[in-house]
């Protein structure tokens, strides 16, 4: 399967700053990459879809001027949390997909805290 | 809009007793169904895809098989290192995105 990377691991920041998380795809050219919040004890629930070279697709109830989703290559999408508050403190996954595969293969995950 | 329930919550097992995870769902036209597995602090790690009723596959001590309506992931002799959290997934006909369930938290005790 596909060897997804996402940078930071972790992130500390203060209500007001923005966080950018990027989320990159070593071996596989990725057409689609998903985006996932998940909140303690809880499962994965979607944020947003992207496609590389076009807009982010949103689902409802995510703010997408608070979202900010950049898919520009084939390998890297990137995820910035614009004034972020500390409801927005939560784990944040990336997959990517496409192509052949029906399969998301997922990254390592960002821990974002906002103080 | 679809739905996947996963029972039983949390499960704890004696290191080589054998269990069975359920993952039902509802879907208009099941594209495919997905395990994963989620470690604390991890991102999911794909196990199975299976695409039609009567599927079954296949990994170590695991085992995954599908019918219309729900999936079970058959965990055999499991061993401490098994513990993990399990996740199911479906996705619709003619779409890609994933709805997840809320997993299955195993806990192998040695």
């Known amino acids: 399967g596909a060897v997804v990377s996402q940078h930071p691991s972790r992130v500390i920041c203060k209500s007001g700053t923005s966080v950018k998380i990027e989320c990159r795809s070593l071996?596989?050219?990725?057409?689609?990459m998903f985006w996932y919040r998940q909140f303690p004890k809880q499962s994965l629930m979607l944020m947003a879809t992207s496609n590389e070279g076009s807009k982010a697709t949103y689902e409802q109830g995510v703010e997408k001027d608070k979202f900010l989703i950049n898919h520009a290559s084939l390998t890297l999408s990137t995820l910035t949390v614009t004034s972020a508050h500390p409801e927005d403190s939560s784990f944040y996954i990336c997959?990517?997909?496409?192509?052949?595969?029906?399969?998301?293969?997922f990254g390592p995950g960002t821990r974002l805290t906002v103080l | 809009e679809d739905q996947v329930t996963q029972s039983p919550e949390a499960l704890r097992l004696q290191e080589g007793e054998s269990s069975s995870l359920n993952c039902s769902y509802t879907v208009s036209g099941l594209r495919g169904l997905f395990w994963y597995r989620q470690d604390p602090g991890k991102g999911p790690e794909f196990l199975f895809t299976l695409y039609s009723a009567g599927e079954e596959k296949e990994k170590e001590r695991l085992k995954a098989t599908l019918t219309k309506k729900e999936s079970f992931l058959h965990i055999t002799a499991p061993k401490p290192e098994d513990s993990a959290t399990y996740l199911c997934?479906?996705?619709?006909?003619?779409?890609?995105?994933?709805?997840f369930g809320k997993g299955n938290q195993v806990v192998v005790i040695p």
């Open positions: 997959s990517v997909g496409g192509g052949n595969t029906d399969t998301q293969y």
């Open positions: 071996d596989f050219q990725a057409t689609t």
């Open positions: 997934a479906v996705a619709q006909d003619g779409n890609n995105r994933l709805a």
